[in-house]
């Protein structure tokens, strides 16, 4: 995450990292669209990888590239992860990414395991006989970020942290994970989830989009999430073949100016101002160019405030829930662009939560 990382920017390197990770949920028909990817898209999906020569990575194969940062931007490597751990993964993913000898990650919420729509802990392990990682998504799949009513901070805390550990426990208990790998439920998150799960070992997935780089925080990673209209065979391979900006620093103020760190928006901080600087190292083209688009707004107008600095700002407040603001840019590798995205999220007006989604 970005501007959860202020201080971490300062220490990027001028080698361009790349990593793009893959989320679906169902991969079904019969499943609702917006979380869905139909069984003939997904295996044109993964035919596209194949015959491209995407390198796709297992769990620790993709732990070792964070930890290393080696230059990937010209290895093409994916991660592939299916979230919640829906009968889809076995019934219709599974032999398609086995036909192609693709590792996958599968996270899981311990408390559906073998309900119904779920894949029983039987059907897990056949997966991960066949090289899936079984990974942690929480116990009961809450939205982490909302504190009950009656909760002290402390309480939440306590709460969160046994989602977390009692889920990590059934993994550790059920399979032969090694690799801490955690996505948030409906990627939400703030600073302390993302410290909490640093000081838990777990590299921690969103699903705000973009490729991995330097400067993002390894607790809140970017996945390009498919289904609905995201998906189709041209979007597909924009994101795959996704460079991570080469950013230097970002951040994100509200209207009088404060810096804001989280991405829950509070009272007066609905129009994020969002500053960003590129490496100014010449691995990117001259006249870069960002465009960006706001949730819910559309294209959004950048300022160039010199070769390497960009502004950009909805003209809008944004709208309630959870929305993005995504920057595209070209690069020089053909049909491979720059891609930067931050997440937002914001209460009804009342200072309710959005529904529940
Ligand atoms: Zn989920």
Same mark, same amino acid.
């Given at each position: 995450m970005k501007f959860l990382s202020i201080a971490f920017l300062l220490?990027? *390197?001028p080698v361009c990292f790349g990593l793009v990770v893959l989320q679906y949920h169902h991969v079904s028909d %019969?499943? $609702? @669209? @917006?979380t869905s990817v139909s069984p003939d898209l997904f295996e044109q999906h993964i035919r596209y990888l194949a015959e491209n020569n995407f390198n796709v990575l297992t769990a620790d194969e993709f732990a070792d590239s964070l930890t290393f940062e080696k230059s990937l931007t010209d290895d093409k490597s994916v991660l592939i992860t299916f979230d919640d751990g829906y009968d889809s993964v076995l019934t219709e993913a599974h032999e398609v990414l086995k036909k192609y000898n693709f590792p996958y990650i599968v996270f899981i919420n311990p408390s559906k395991v #073998? @309900? %119904?729509?779920y894949l029983s802990l039987k059907e897990l392990q056949q997966l991960e006989g066949d090289g899936a990682a079984i990974a942690n998504h929480?116990?009961? +799949?809450? +939205?982490?970020i909302r504190e009950k009513p009656s909760e002290t901070k402390a309480d939440w805390r306590l709460r969160v942290t046994e989602e977390i550990t009692t889920t990590q426990q059934f993994i550790e208990a059920n399979f032969d994970a090694t690799t801490k790998l955690f996505a948030y439920p409906y990627g939400e998150f703030n600073q302390a989830l993302a410290q909490l799960l640093e000081q838990l070992g777990f590299i921690g997935f969103s699903q705000h989009s973009g490729a991995i780089g330097h400067f993002d925080n390894r607790q809140a990673l970017p996945r390009f999430a498919f289904g609905g209209n995201y998906g189709l065979m041209s979007d597909f391979r924009i994101k795959v073949n996704s460079l991570p900006l080469p950013v230097a620093h970002v951040d994100v103020r509200d209207k009088s100016g404060n810096l804001l760190y989280e991405p829950l928006l509070t009272e007066g901080s609905s129009i994020p101002k969002v500053t960003i600087q590129i490496q100014n190292? #010449? *691995? +990117? $083209?001259?006249n870069l160019q960002l465009s960006c688009f706001a949730s819910g707004v559309g294209s959004i107008a950048v300022k160039k405030i010199d070769s390497t600095t960009f502004e950009t700002q909805s003209p809008e407040p944004l709208p309630v829930g959870r929305s993005r603001y995504n920057c595209t840019a070209t690069s020089k590798l053909a049909g491979r662009f720059y891609w930067l995205s931050l997440p937002f999220y914001k209460k009804n007006d009342d200072g309710s939560w959005y529904p529940e989604y």
């Open positions: 220490m990027v *390197s %019969k499943t $609702p @669209s @917006s #073998g @309900s %119904k729509g929480t116990w009961n +799949h809450p +939205h982490l190292n #010449g *691995s +990117h $083209p001259k």
